[in-house]
């Protein structure tokens, strides 16, 4: 996907250094290729049993990529009635949509019941409470799985472990049996599936089969009891590559392990919900050197990427690669990569080897595609960049950049 061409770096065959002159930096460029190869990577893993691959829009929203997985034949895991406007926008299949998340409020359960959605995740009781509540005014019945935590350790950052006790996520394993009884005598509601999701950014693949070791034991006390499990949802969380020594699992893995336990049930849907690795090694963010300084012993490279532009190695001290743009030849310093922001805490590199670079020369970071431009802010007033979606040569606008005009055109 990247690769220098007479020193200076492509993505497919559009140089970069043209697409950062062209639109400025900060900006977001996304390979379609690289995107699309990733989610068939998981249709064709999962082609054997019966699957619906839905993509955790929250890795990445933008509505050229949505619709890029729209026309692949993806579903969607929302959290929020924002992410399921924008999934219907996109013409994602309703009966492809899970609905995730610790506070959905009435509206958002409202618009989704008549938006007639798959299945909520629910992930408590005062939530199937409401969501029953919410059917009945609307005269139906409202699918849904509870997302139980299995208490798993998916050894990953503690940001983002969510499948183990004291997490705010789903209801405990020991209380699962009780709920779902509790549930099943409600009107309104339609008990469809169960669902777990552990963490994010996981490189190893036994926490899924521990997970689902204890799922399945559940399934079948519900099952003789009468409670059908159609859809298993197994959450997303695969890692992508960001570090020399990561090794992310190839999703055919993540079936091999879940199906080495839930094999043995017959017409039931597994769900998985990826979102990082479908999108995260397909996109890059471009900055520029503003200047270099030298504090004592340190060396600092400030460029006009910050942590508003890419928040993660400020939330959870994560390693991004970064490459020049042109290639260069010049004798490696030890620096840290540093935004504008006040804060200490607005670094994208810390101590990090990186070519001897001069002021107005451009960067690539790597594996930026997921969680990136979606949690940036306008920090500092600071308006956001472009994204643009590369597909051999051609090139597209799927989001312009922000003006400082935009930064007031809602405040009066
Ligand atoms: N399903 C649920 C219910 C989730 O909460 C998440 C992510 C996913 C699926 C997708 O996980 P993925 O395949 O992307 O790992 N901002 C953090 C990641 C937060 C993940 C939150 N939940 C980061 O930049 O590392």
Do not use: W
């Amino acid at each position: 996907m990247l690769k220098y061409i007479k020193n200076e770096l492509f993505m497919e065959k559009v140089s970069l250094l043209k697409l950062a002159k062209k639109y400025d930096t900060p900006l977001y460029v996304y390979s379609k290729g690289k995107i699309e190869s990733n989610f068939n990577l998981y249709k064709k893993s999962f082609k054997s049993i019966d699957s619906i691959i839905c993509y955790a829009v929250k890795a990445n929203s933008n509505h050229g990529i949505l619709k890029i997985l729209a026309n692949l034949g993806a579903g969607a895991d929302v959290v929020s009635g924002g992410e399921l406007y924008r999934v219907l926008k996109a013409g994602i299949s309703s009966q492809k949509i899970v609905y995730s998340g610790v506070g959905k409020t009435s509206s958002e359960i409202e618009f989704a019941l008549k938006s007639n959605i798959l299945m909520f995740n629910v992930e408590s009781f005062e939530e199937v409470q409401q969501i029953n509540k919410t059917a009945q005014k609307l005269k139906t019945k409202a699918r849904i799985s509870f997302r139980v935590n299995p208490n798993v350790d998916p050894h990953t950052h503690k940001h983002i472990t969510t499948g183990k006790f004291g997490s705010k996520f789903g209801i405990m394993y020991e209380d699962a049996f009780e709920l779902y009884m509790k549930a099943n005598k409600m009107k309104n509601i339609e008990i469809v599936g169960i669902d777990s999701h552990i963490g994010s950014q996981l490189l190893d693949i036994t926490p899924y089969k521990l997970a689902a070791e204890k799922i399945s034991k559940l399934i079948d006390k519900l099952e003789e009891n009468k409670i059908n499990i159609k859809y298993i949802d197994i959450g997303g969380g695969l890692g992508i590559k960001y570090t020399d020594t990561d090794k992310p699992q190839h999703p055919l893995n993540l079936r091999k392990a879940v199906m080495s336990i839930y094999s043995k049930y017959k017409n039931k849907t597994i769900i998985v919900e990826p979102g990082r690795s479908i999108v995260g090694d397909a996109g890059i963010l471009l900055g520029q050197v503003i200047y270099r300084k030298t504090t004592g012993s340190k060396n600092f490279i400030i460029t006009n990427v910050a942590m508003n532009d890419l928040i993660r190695p400020a939330l959870y001290d994560s390693y991004h690669n970064i490459l020049p743009v042109k290639k260069t030849s010049k004798n490696r310093q030890i620096a840290d990569i540093v935004g504008p922001i006040c804060e200490t805490g607005d670094y994208i590199a810390k101590d990090r080897s990186f070519p001897i670079i001069e002021k107005e020369e451009y960067i690539a970071i790597e594996s930026a595609g997921a969680y990136g431009r979606a949690m940036a802010s306008q920090y500092n007033s600071r308006p956001r960049g472009a994204e643009l979606l590369v597909d051999g040569s051609k090139v597209t606008v799927i989001r312009k950049a922000e003006t400082i005009q935009d930064l007031m055109s809602k405040e009066i």
